[in-house]
């Protein structure tokens, strides 16, 4: 029912700062949990941070203090702010949006976050 794109990614220096995307599109995202996801090279994909349709965010504690999700109704976007970049957070970032009544998760095709030094 809703699709979602990230923009944004790209290569940063560890230490730097990197701002994340997620437009959708096909339906309004206010009725959605809203959630960035990562995975690392041979890696699980792991909640990195999550946003209630309320606007209450949840941050994973390797995160918590360096990045900063957002979202806007209005605009069909998420945003996620991340800061402090280490090595470890080189990976794909997916948005997730989990339906209100179905709880069924949609995904983007995901950014590519790579750190270098």
């Known amino acids: 029912q809703v699709q979602l794109v990230e923009s944004g990614g790209g290569l940063v220096q560890f230490g730097g700062s990197l701002r994340l995307s997620c437009e959708a599109s096909?339906?309004?995202?206010?009725?959605?949990?809203m959630g960035w996801y990562r995975q690392a090279p041979g890696k699980e994909r792991e909640l990195v941070t999550s946003i209630s349709r309320r606007g209450r965010t949840n941050y994973a504690d390797s995160v918590k203090g360096r990045f900063s999700m957002s979202r806007d109704n209005a605009k069909n976007t998420v945003d996620l702010q991340m800061k402090s970049l280490k090595p470890e957070e080189t990976a794909d970032y997916y948005c997730?949006?989990?339906?209100?009544?179905?709880?069924?998760?949609?995904w983007g095709k995901g950014t590519q976050v790579t750190g270098s030094s």
């Open positions: 096909g339906s309004g995202i206010r009725a959605y949990d």
């Open positions: 997730n949006a989990k339906g209100r009544i179905s709880e069924q998760d949609y």
